[in-house]
Every structure is written in structure tokens, then in C-alpha cells.
């Protein structure tokens, strides 16, 4: 795969209006295979992963991880990550600033290595991000964290038998840190609460118990995690993106002919399906085949939208710049607030560029609906507003020109070729 480079990033062109159809196939989870890939250094043991999308962001935590020492090598959706020398407690700061989720190998190399030096990841389009939740817990467990120059030192000090840790706010990334972390701890008991539940976490959760960790409450909010001595190497597949699903479901909500949306986990999709019922959209499920398969509809038949982003079950924030543009398109004033990222709203100026009518009241969208979108010259600011863009330009009247849009490959794999399969033509360049 050549190297995506995020830093001169192309230009998309697309001419709209366009209609999917056919079938298109979900990959693996970008947001479970990175976590997963991050635990497998609590291993010297050979791990084998399938389903494991072609990504930038998968191709940053395979660079991660050869930094710290692994080996990796790739064989279509299978990547077998192998550990055949010491492993090095440094990660410099190139790969952790193009990806937040790279911080994740902190705690787990630190157990290993004993002392680390990891760059400190940055924020990003969606607002300051700090990780003061991964260091206070990993405090608690006995990583002891200094932070100069833009990295943080993590070092092994004494702690207790029994652990408790509460969460202040159910953060994705900081309860995958945390368990990962705690699994290695022999012969103590760490209790973790106000969790995220995220579908992602499950996955992690359930890799982990195959590689030996004694875990309890999955799927809850309280996590119990009884230390054990080593962890072994195991095979194992990563669940479909529940995230690239939805972007495709939407689309085909907006400019679908009958598109099926295969190889999806219904149950992760529950509250967008939900939603799309409630106002008015018809679509077809099969949970035994897991497929979805959706139609435009008249949007003048639609009820307004009212959505608030919340950790999961709540509506994914991962889905909110995406669902802006159906609500766009709906008469009558929708309401989209988002919850958990202070500023994820950059598209919504791009959006009114293309004829939109949306004004912004602190952390709510307030939409106008109107009767079509118009090509215009957009920029895309991160990864799910890329995605928001590229469907909002497939609906419009018109030629539109998306730049930045390499974003779109951090979260998207084979996107042309699947865009393509489903009769839908951009051009990159
Ligand atoms: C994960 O990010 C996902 N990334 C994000 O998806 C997703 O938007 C997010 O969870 C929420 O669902 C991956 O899984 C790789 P958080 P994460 O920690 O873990 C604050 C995508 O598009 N916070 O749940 O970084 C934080 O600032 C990406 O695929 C602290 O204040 O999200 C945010 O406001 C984008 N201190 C909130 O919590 C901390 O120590 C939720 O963040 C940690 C988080």
C-alpha cells in the first residue's frame, strides 16, 4: 500500500448529484484494531491478527510498534506481529503526534521495559485532548508518570493489592489504557468504574481473555481485572467498524437505490437504525446474513431530528458530522448537540458553503433544512468530516472540489475501490 502522507494532502473532485447501489463490504474496526495492536505488547508470544484494515492509522501503530521493538509483517487483512529481540521503552514524537491513539502503548511498554519515554500526543481538529484520566489511573496501578519537553516518563513504583479506580468521565481511550495495563499486575485486584462501553472496548476485552487476562464485567460500566504472571500469543479476528458502517448506511439513507451494507454487527448499529426509524426511514436488516440495506427517501416525508452525542449506547460523536448532512436536507429545524468533543463542528461552515442553512448555539447545531446542497470548494478538517463532506458532495447539484481530504484514509479502507463497486466515481488527485 503506498504511504498515505497526511501532510500534502490531496484534492478530491466529485460530481453530483450520484446514486449507490449494489453491496459493499465493512472492514475491521479502525478504533479495535489499534487499542488490540497497542495490548499486544503485554506479549513476547506471536500474535496473528485478521480482519485488519488497510489504514494510515494501522500503518502508524505497526511503526509504533517496530519502534518499540516488534516485528510485523503484513499479508493482506492479516498482520503477524512477532517479538524476536528486547523491547525499547522509547517512542519518539513523529508517529504519536499523527495519531492520539498511539499514546495507548504507554502503560502496557512501561510494564514491560520498566522505564519508558513516550511522546506526549497533541490535540487535534476536535478540540484540547489530554490524557490526565490514563495518568491518574495509571498512577493508582503503579506507573508513575513526569512529563518535560513534550514527553512523559513512566517509571514502576510500589502499589496496592486492591485498586480502585473511578473514572470522571467514561472515556474511550482511557478504559482501554487502563485495562490493558492492569492485566499484568500479578496478584492484584484493580476495579475500574464509570467505564465506556463502546463496542470497541468488547473487542479488546475479548482478546485480551484469549491471550489469558482474567477479566470481569464486560459490557458494563465496573471492570474487574485479577493481575496474572504473563499473557501467551494467540489468532484473532477484529469485528467490523461499526463507524464505517454508519457512514455508509447514512449515504445510502441520503443517495441510496437498494444499497446493501454488508459484513456489519447490527446490535453495535442499534442507535442509528433506531433513529433513522423514528424519523421515517425505511430499511432492511438481516442480523443472521448481517447486512443493511437502505434507499433514499423523500425527505419531505421525514420527521425532524433532535440528537445528542453520548458515550455508547448514546448517538456516536464518530457519526454526528455525518448525520448533519441528512439533517441538512430535512425540512423544518433539526437539533444536533455534541457532547463530547468541545469542537467538532468545523464542518459546518463547508456545509453552509454548499447552501446549507445551520447556526451553531454553544455546542448545538441548529438546521434549517433545505431543498438541496450545491457543489462548491470545501476542506475537510479531520476524518469523519471528511467523510460528511464526501456524501454531502455526492448529493449536491453540481461539481465539488473536497481538499485535505486525505483524513479520509485514517478511518476508510480501499475507499475508491469500494465507492467504485458501488457505481459511485470521484477522482483524487
Ligand atoms: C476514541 O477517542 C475514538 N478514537 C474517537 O474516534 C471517538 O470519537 C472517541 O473515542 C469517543 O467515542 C479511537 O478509538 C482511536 P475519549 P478517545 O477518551 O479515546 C476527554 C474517530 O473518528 N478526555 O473517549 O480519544 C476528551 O478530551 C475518532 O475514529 C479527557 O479530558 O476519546 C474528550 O472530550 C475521533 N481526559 C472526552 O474525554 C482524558 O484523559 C472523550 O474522549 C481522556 C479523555
Known sequence: MNAINLESSGKLLVKGPQIAKGSVKISGSKNAVLPIMAATLLTKEKVILRNVPELADVQTMTEILEYSGKTINRNDEILIIEENKELVGEIPYEPVRKMRASFNVYGPLTLRTKETKVA???????????????????????????????????????????????????????????????????????????????????????FLSKMGAQIEGKNTSIITIHGVKELHGLEYSVSPDRIEAGTYIIMGAIIGDNLKIERVCIDDLRILLNMLEEIGIEFEISEKENYVKISKVDFKNLKNLNIDTAPYPGFPTDLQPQISVLASLIPGKSTISENIFSSRFNHIDELNRMGAKIRLEDNTAIIDGVDYLSGAPIQASDLRAAAALLIAALSAEGESIISNIDHIFRGYEKLKEKLDKIGIKIEYN
Open 120 to 206: 506526549l500526543p497533541g490535540g487535534c481538529s476536535l478540540g484540547v485532548r489530554p490524557v490526565n484520566y490514563h495518568l491518574e489511573g495509571l498512577k493508582k496501578m503503579g506507573i508513575e508518570s513526569t512529563t518535560e519537553h513534550g514527553y512523559v516518563m513512566g517509571k514502576i513504583i510500589d502499589s496496592k493489592n486492591e485498586i480502585n479506580i473511578s473514572l470522571p468521565f467514561p472515556s474511550v481511550g482511557a478504559t482501554e489504557h487502563l485495562i490493558s495495563s492492569a492485566v499484568l499486575l500479578e496478584g492484584k485486584t484493580i476495579k475500574i468504574s464509570n467505564c465506556a462501553m463502546e463496542p470497541e472496548i468488547t473487542d479488546l476485552i475479548d
